[in-house]
């Protein structure tokens, strides 16, 4: 199963890399060993992504910024208003990055 590496830039991959490289640098575990699991997270991610989150959220706002390269899009709003079944959430600015998930079975 390929996945993508998105998720290694949210706050607890950023955490997790963090804590390997300590981890590495003070010998406790082999780099070999921390890349193993930064793929097995990346996996996991997706996994639970995929199979857990059953949540819709309705997104509007100003278009600043899009993109599309490497089939990869990436959009960036201002002002958005983030809107689901519980709640309601507006933002100044948000970046979002999107991925064809049919890319991940090839």
Avoid at 32 to 59: C, G, N, P, R
């Amino acid at each position: 199963m390929a996945t993508f590496e998105l998720y290694r830039r949210s706050t607890i991959g950023m955490c997790l890399t963090e804590t390997l490289d300590e981890m590495v640098s003070n010998g406790i575990l082999s780099p070999e060993l921390a890349i193993q699991v930064l793929v097995q997270f990346d996996k996991s991610m997706t996994e639970a992504l995929e199979s857990q989150v059953k949540s819709k959220v309705s997104i509007k706002g100003h278009l600043h910024t899009y993109r599309f390269c490497d089939n990869v899009w990436t959009f960036i709003l201002q002002d958005a208003h983030f809107k689901s079944d519980e709640c309601q959430e507006t933002v100044s600015r948000v970046k979002i990055v999107a991925c064809d998930s049919k890319l991940l079975t090839q």
